[in-house]
Structures are given as structure tokens and as C-alpha cells.
């Protein structure tokens, strides 16, 4: 697996954990540390991993939570970090969200999320795009 | 000058080419290849430097453009790479922003900007905080 699919998995990933409401996968996610951030829509920012996670426990362990989908993901890849720019496509709706990876031994974590409103919309479901610095 | 020190110094040198309209400052700010990437907010994102340096072209170059000030910065830093989370005044009204960062040599250019909507404001004007992995 590259790097550029490898990223693009972590990032399945976490919406995978997102949609399924799978709150050990979403733990496993984050990287393991607290230089982390959490920006979700419309909230105040969440800053280190105690106050990032406990969001995510409220928002999985809440029934009412709409199903998520992420569409045309594109990585942009420098060395040791990388950072996705999606579409969420909830209900029909579209949220537009930056999350931000690092390199963890052969896996990939992720170190930051925000997502907000978007005009745009996926332009199709064609190939992932990549953009790479090495 | 410490790397946390000069991240935000990088940080504040985006919102002062923003404020004063200063396109060669906010070019010269950015990294220098096509691994980056812009969400302006409510649009559609930005990818490759030609479209991001085009759409604060348009911004810079726009007289009624509001007044605005970054507050709050806090840099969450990981060896060759950071990330800032930081609010944005803008007619008293906040956005919440994700500025990320690479090492360039001595400097750090920004590679990443998503900015959106908040219910949050700034806590205080205190110490700018800080959180590394090293």
C-alpha cells in the first residue's frame, strides 16, 4: 500500500468509525498524545485528546446522529504528514473538512478535524486526486 | 527565536498580509509547490497554489473587504509540521480557522487554510497556548 492509499484509508477510516458510531475505532484513530484539535461544525474548538474524544463519545453515543458519507477525498502529502480535504455528505446535505495526519509507524493518525458549511459539492466520483511533496 | 515562536510568527504574518492587502507578502507566505490547499468559508476548497494565490487575488484586491484580527493562536507543533487553531475578528463577528504549517529552511510557510463559522470566541487575550510532540 502507498502512502497516498494509505492516507486515503485513515481517512476511511475515521468516517467508517463516524458512521458505524464505533467509538473504540474513533479512539484508535487519534493519534495518541495531545497536540491535538478538533473543530466540529459551528462548535468552539476542542483542543488536546481528553476534550477531542469525549466530543466524539457524545456525538457516536447519540441516536439521533444523522448517517455520514465521505465523498471525493484528495490527500496532499508532505514527508511524515498529510492532509485530506473531503466532503461529508450528510442527509444530502454537504459539510466541507480538513483532517490533518501523521505518520505512526506503518499506519496513519489523525491530529486534527474541522469541518463547516460548503457551497460546493463533489464534483464526481471518479479517482482521488493527489497532490505530493516529498 | 523557538519553532513554537516562529509558527506563530508565521501565523501572525498571514493575518497582516490579509489585513493590509498585501498580495506579494501573502504569496511569499505560502509554500512554494502545488501541495496546498484553501476553504474559504462557504466555498468550494481551493487546490494547487495557482487557484489558492488566485482566490486571495481576488480578496486582497476587493476594497470592501473587512478588517480583520486572528486571536487566540494556538500552535500545535510535530517536528517538520504544525497546525494553528486561532479565531478570526472580523467586524466583531468570529470564524474559527486551521492554518497548517511546514518547515521551510529557517521559516514556516502555510500549506493549509480552512476558516468557518463559530459559536466559540476567544477565552482571553492571554499567553498564546501551546502543545508539542517532538
Known sequence: MSDHQAILFANEAFYQAFAERD????????????????IHPGWQPLEGREAVLESWRAILSNADSPPIVCRQARAHMRGEMAFVVCYEEILGQYLIATNVFVRDGRTWRIVHHQAGPTAGQPEDEGEAG?????
Chains 1, 2 share one sequence.
Open 23 to 38: 467509538m473504540e475505532a474513533m479512539d484508535a484513530i487519534w493519534a495518541d498524545d495531545d497536540a491535538v484539535a478538533c
Open 130 to 134: 493527489e497532490r505530493t511533496v516529498n
